[in-house]
């Protein structure tokens, strides 16, 4: 049997407070959602002033990420490049913004962002995923 790495509460602490200083450092009122390899909820931090909506959306687009083993921005552009059909996939969170944490070739989880541009969600998704090292 294989065995394969795993995100420990420390590690989900590391990301986040470094997501959380990116957003900061930017003035970004975002959502941070971090999501095991499932896809389940880990961690969501809301940070002032960001929309209530973006507490949804960040965890969705964490959960795309982490199942769909890719950032979810590879879903918005199949479908902005007119595949529209695969708007029917169970996924939420077809939105930039969603990172998978890749360690040892596996995919360990996922960092969601939601709150300011999709791209800059991104930017605050892989600066948390950079603190691993």
Request: charged letters at 20%; glycine letters at 10%.
């Amino acid at each position: 049997m294989k065995q394969k790495p795993f995100l420990t509460l420390d590690d989900v602490k590391r990301i986040a407070a470094a997501a959380e200083a990116e957003a900061l450092k930017n003035n970004w009122p975002v959502t941070i959602a971090i999501v095991d390899d499932g896809g389940h909820l880990l961690w969501l931090q809301r940070l002032d002033n960001a929309a209530a909506t973006s507490a949804v959306i960040a965890p969705a687009k964490a959960k795309t990420a982490a199942l769909g083993r890719r950032e979810s921005k590879v879903y918005e552009d199949i479908v902005n490049n007119g595949r529209n059909a695969f708007l029917s996939v169970p996924l939420e969170g077809l939105l930039e913004g969603g990172v998978p944490v890749m360690v040892e070739g596996f995919c360990v989880g996922a960092v969601g962002v939601s709150g300011v541009k999709s791209n800059e969600d991104a930017q605050v998704a892989k600066a948390g995923i950079a603190a691993l090292g």
